[in-house]
């Protein structure tokens, strides 16, 4: 079936660093592709989203690229803030069902 | 506009109880999801709902059951608890984004349930 594997985590950086959040997915046909981020205690956020090959996401300084040939989603941001520090979950679904989510990675940001 | 709106936000329940967790879908949106969240994992999709019938559903058990009322809004059941029924449980409501060409979905804050 369908799944998604995401780097472990933690990842720790110092603000400004750049980030990259490796992101891979197997499905059959043409997932749309996703990241969300979750704050402690809160609710799923969408971050950003891609629907077909070659598509970029962006939002709030952050991008993934959605690689068929590679099945790859992988999450960027070329300078992190303190306030980024927080769980993000990449994620696939087919036509409106299920979203399937990976494990996760950590992001901690220290000034 | 209000986004999904999850109630109650806390729950302590005793091994073998019942539970009834509830979820009013953003505003336009007809189609409800119920997910997972074990502490330091990934949502696990529970069932989905669509115009009052069960569309789709993940690989639970039948102690979880739920319901879509006419106005979309959906209640997830689950009954004879275990401790591992203890989690985030978050809701998701979703349509069709004519303008990205894909669905949107959008999280509630979740129901955080401690079995005990």
């Known amino acids: 079936g369908d799944s998604v594997t995401q780097m472990e985590g933690p990842v720790t950086l110092s603000e400004e660093a750049f980030l990259t959040i490796n992101c891979t997915y197997t499905?059959?046909?043409?997932?749309?592709l996703f990241w969300y981020v979750q704050y402690p205690g809160e609710g799923l956020q969408l971050l950003l989203k891609?629907?077909?090959?070659?598509d970029k996401g962006s939002n709030k300084g952050f991008e993934a690229t959605y690689r068929k040939e590679t099945t790859s989603f992988h999450l960027e941001k070329g300078s992190v803030q303190v306030s980024d520090s927080a769980v993000y979950f990449c994620?696939?679904?087919?036509?409106?069902?299920?979203?399937?989510f990976g494990k996760g990675t950590t992001l901690s940001v220290s000034s | 506009d209000a986004g999904v709106t999850q109630s109650p936000t806390h729950l302590i329940k005793t091994r073998g109880q019942q539970v009834t967790l509830r979820c009013s879908p953003k505003?336009?949106?007809?189609?409800v999801s119920w997910y997972q969240q074990a502490l330091g994992q990934g949502p696990q999709f529970i069932f989905q709902?669509?115009?009052?019938?069960?569309?789709q559903r993940g690989n639970f058990p039948d102690r979880f059951s739920g319901h879509q009322f006419p106005n979309y809004s959906s209640e997830l059941n689950v009954n004879a608890l275990l401790l591992g029924d203890s989690a985030l449980y978050l809701c998701?409501?979703?349509?069709?984004?004519?303008?990205?060409?894909?669905?949107?979905?959008?999280f509630g804050s979740g129901t955080r349930l401690t079995v005990v």
């Open positions: 998701a409501s979703s349509d069709y984004d004519r303008g990205r060409e894909g669905y949107g979905y959008t």
């Open positions: 499905a059959t046909g043409y997932p749309s």
């Open positions: 891609a629907t077909k090959a070659d």
């Open positions: 994620a696939l679904n087919q036509a409106g069902t299920a979203l399937i």
């Open positions: 505003s336009g949106h007809d189609t």
């Open positions: 709902y669509y115009e009052e019938e069960e569309r």
